[in-house]
Structures are given as C-alpha cells and as structure tokens.
C-alpha cells in the first residue's frame, strides 16, 4: 500500500494548490470506502484484523490534475 500512496502524492505535489494534510486525508477516506466495499463483499463476518487493515488494493484512487475544483480557498491578492 505504501508505494501506491507514494505513487499518488509524487503525481500530485506538483500541482500550486496541492494541501499535503488534505491531500492524505482524501486519500485514507477513500481508501476506508474501498475496504468497507471489500469486507462487505466478502460475505462473511470480518474478523478484528481484517476491519483494522488497509491494503494495497483499497488505495486503488484514481485522482489526476483535471479533477481540481476551480474555486481557491484562502486570500487572493489584487494586483494594483
């Protein structure tokens, strides 16, 4: 799991509105969709080790640059 959030924090980074903290909580928010969708899936009852793990393929996050809102949050300086 730690190379694919690598992989997708080293794509993003670059971008002027990346928010690193923002950035890893969207991350990990999605990827605990993802594990509930698989435990769900697995129709039987999860034990404890298994409600308590992400793995590789919960973090299977599409996000790329065109996926940016066009609203900025923060100041903006008017130029005179």
Known sequence: AIPR??????????????AN?????????????NQAKRIVAMKKHANKNE????????FNIKISNSDKS????GFI???A
């Open 70 to 73: 066009k609203n900025k949050i």
């Open 21 to 33: 903290g923002r950035f890893i909580r969207n991350i990990f928010e999605e990827a605990q969709i």
């Open 5 to 18: 959030i690598s992989k997708l924090i080293d794509v993003n980074k670059c971008d002027e509105n990346f």
């Open 51 to 58: 409600l308590k793990r992400l793995i590789a393929n919960d």
């Open 77 to 79: 300086s008017k130029s």
